[in-house]
């Protein structure tokens, strides 16, 4: 059965400690190497923080709500 996951945050969270580098976490959901961030939160910058937002790889969609 296929779920919709809200993500709030489409920044990445960085964890810097231990690392010869930054290591970045994605936070939007959308990475496509899991869980390390892939950039592809930028695609998420003109969302409307009201708005609920679908993603495929034709592109974004907005969600009506309706209940």
Known sequence: MARLVKHERNTPYEIPEGTALPVYICACGLSK?????????????DESAEAVYTYDEDGRAKLIKQY
């Open 33 to 45: 190497n899991k869980p390390f961030c892939d950039g592809s939160h930028k695609r998420t910058r």
